[in-house]
T-cell receptor, first 111, second 117 residues
Framework: DQQVKQNSPSLSVQEGRISILNCDYTNSMFDYFLWYKKYPAEGPTFLISISSIKDKNEDGRFTVFLNKSAKHLSLHIVPSQPGDSAVYFCAATFGNEKLTFGTGTRLTIIP | GAVVSQHPSRVICKSGTSVKIECRSLDFQATTMFWYRQFPKQSLMLMATSNEGSKATYEQGVEKDKFLINHASLTLSTLTVTSAHPEDSSFYIC?????????????FGPGTRLTVL
């Protein structure tokens, strides 16, 4: 079963506006969450992460929010830039275990 | 249910032996599958692209003779770690694009934990 879900396969956002990518999870043991960005013909590269002891982590234009009670996390990109166009994967893990990935959301930034 | 499976989920082997890991797409066909290795701090390295009916494409620095990839059918790709050594111990994860476009969204397998003694 899909323990990590990204229900929107695609998202289009105007350049300069905010992009919000969502992710839901079901396994309450997950305590560390990550976002990866993937360009064509490349592997996913790490973008930003958040531990379950926090509800927000910010790195430049990227902010990840975690709502543990709702088992939901989101990635905010503001302002969105054309170079942000890519597929974004959320992933979750706990302890020293493997990553569990969502299926990804393709973000297209419209100039 | 899970749409990409991996077998085995965990394997322990002795140094010098070979280990085969299977990646299956369960309810869709995948002409392309990807193999990754998970490193500490959750970094993910793309090892190779598995292509049904042709040779795999390996990323720079990945030894193709050590990590043998065979895309036997439209639903199965295998990764064989030959002459495994303790430094090969890691999680190995596969993924397959479910929409047919290898640049698009993917289903990831549950991963295989390889421990080489």
């Amino acid at each position: 079963d899909q323990q990590v879900k990204q229900n929107s396969p695609s998202l289009s956002v105007q350049e300069g506006r905010i992009s919000i990518l969502n992710c839901d999870y079901t396994n309450s043991m997950f305590d560390y969450f990550l976002w990866y960005k993937k360009y064509p013909a490349e592997g996913p590269t790490f973008l930003i992460s958040i531990s379950s002891i926090k509800d927000k982590n910010e790195d430049g234009r990227f902010t990840v929010f975690l709502n543990k009670s709702a088992k939901h996390l989101s990635l905010h990109i503001v302002p969105s830039q054309p170079g942000d166009s890519a597929v974004y994967f959320c992933a979750a893990t706990f302890g020293n275990e493997k990553l569990t990935f969502g299926t990804g959301t393709r973000l297209t930034i419209i100039p | 249910g899970a749409v990409v499976s991996q077998h085995p989920s965990r394997v322990i082997c002795k140094s010098g032996t070979s280990v085969k890991i299977e990646c299956r797409s369960l309810d869709f066909q995948a002409t392309t599958m990807f193999w990754y290795r998970q490193f500490p701090k959750q970094s993910l390295m793309l090892m190779a692209t598995s292509n049904e009916g042709s040779k795999a494409t390996y990323e720079q620095g990945v030894e193709k003779d050590k990590f043998l990839i065979n895309h036997a059918s439209l639903t199965l790709s295998t990764l064989t770690v030959t002459s495994a050594h303790p430094e090969d111990s890691s999680f190995y994860i596969c993924s397959a694009p479910w929409g047919g476009d290898p640049t698009d969204t993917q289903y990831f397998g549950p991963g295989t934990r390889l421990t080489v003694l």
